[in-house]
């Protein structure tokens, strides 16, 4: 079974394209026009193994809030399509990742309902020109598009550039264990 998938999404704020394969090598290549946001979706595929393409454009003379969000849907859905019905995946990840002072713990659940749990809060509102609060926003877009169950908890950290790789980095690891493949099961 292919485990790719191609998404198009066109609004009244973003058009995007996106290529998925979740048995990639972790290569991206991602245009979003958000430097700081396309730098965690690399290190998203890097870390989930996946290959990744996004080109994104979207009302960044308003905000990055519509290009950010958008991007998460699609990743969500993608990552639905590309799963298709689930048989043999092992469906449960988590992955505890330190990131320097910081310490992020996340957990999924690809069974097929929604829910997001999001325990991190950032020292600072914006992380270079970046609006920290736009890490819950994607993750939550995802959630609700990818049908899964995830909770993003930040034990610790002070930084808000560690904090947000942080918390991409062991989401990426725990789809990544939630997507493979278990022998141990059938259908």
Known sequence: MSRTTK??????????EMELSLDGSGRCRTETGVGFFDH????????AAFDLSIKAVGDLEVDQHHTVEDVGICLGAAIRQATGDKSGIRRYGHFTLPMDETLVTSAVDLGGRSHFVFNAQFPNAKIGQFDSQL???FWQAFAANALCNLHVNLQYGQNGHHIAEAIFKATARAIRMAVAADPDISG
């Open 135 to 137: 890490v819950a926003e």
């Open 40 to 47: 965690m979706l690399t290190l998203f595929a890097k870390h």
């Open 7 to 16: 998404i198009e999404r066109k609004t009244a704020e973003t058009q995007i």
